[in-house]
């Protein structure tokens, strides 16, 4: 697809084989990248450790955004086997149940605090440890969803995180384009992952999805991988700031 050649890339978010950051991580090495792979905890390790292998990833660590120092080990990794970095995925997001179920209006400060700071503020910390990385340029990816920029039924309060996180990857493209440094956010149309999986009613989704979009289809994993492989490579080194819709056309009629 794109020549990834000689580029060292993070992907955090990978859960199972189902789970759009490793669509991200098998176009990366289809390309010719070399990858660093998290996973979150030891119940994961097992399920994503036969994945990491896959594309060989020589840094396989545990990434769980809540627990203090493990997202500065990682980097610190990062520098120490690369000394740069080119590109991060960041595909991760958590609500309580109690407060993504239920109304907006009723979601406690807690839960709300609690989403903001694993599904958007963590984008920010690791665009903070990368910058010193990417000392000749790079690409930071994060992955929103409609929900963000209208009104989902069942989404809840995700849909205001997730606004949260696409106006922070706009304003780190801001900061970071002078260093090169470019930033997106990728809307993909509703895919069958275990994130998903959480949202009320998400089989009727994906039905309306391919109802109303356009090409009436439903993208997959591996769609999404071949976008951010676009994306990271320096085909689109000029582009920065989007926020990159892949849902078959779904955003442009489903107001």
């Known amino acids: 697809m794109f020549n990834l050649q000689g580029k060292k890339g993070l992907v955090v978010g990978i859960a199972n084989g189902q789970s759009i950051a490793f669509g991200c991580a098998r176009a990366f090495k289809l390309c010719g990248a070399e990858l660093a792979v998290t996973y979150m905890n030891e119940r994961a390790e097992p399920h994503v450790k036969p994945l990491a292998q896959m594309v060989a990833a020589p840094i396989f660590m545990p ?110 493209a801001a900061e970071l384009g002078p260093k090169g440094i470019r930033v997106h956010a990728i809307s993909p149309g509703p895919l069958q992952t275990r994130a998903a999986s959480g949202i009320k009613s998400f089989d009727k989704l994906m039905d309306e999805a391919i109802e109303r979009a356009p090409l009436h289809t439903l993208v997959s994993a591996d769609d999404v991988g071949a976008l951010a492989a676009y994306l990271v490579s320096d085909v689109a080194k000029t582009i920065t700031g989007g926020t990159i819709y892949i849902d078959g056309g779904y955003n442009v009629v489903s107001g």
């Not at 080119?86 to 109690?98: G, Q, R």
Request: aromatic letters at 8%; proline letters at 4%; hydrophobic letters at 45%.
């Open 63 to 172: 990434l769980d955004v809540e627990k203090p120092g493990e997202m500065e080990a990682v980097f610190a990794a990062i520098q120490e086997t690369w000394g740069k970095l080119d590109f991060v995925v960041h595909s991760i997001a958590f609500a309580p149940k109690d407060d993504l179920h239920g109304r907006v209006t009723d979601c406690s400060r807690e839960g709300f605090m609690r989403a903001m700071d694993i599904s958007c503020h963590s984008f920010i910390r690791m665009a903070k440890l990368a910058e010193p990385l990417m000392k000749e340029g790079g690409c930071l990816l994060t992955m929103s969803y409609l929900g963000a920029d209208e009104v989902v039924q069942n989404y809840g309060i995700m849909g205001p995180v997730k606004a949260a996180l696409q106006a922070s990857s706009r304003y780190l």
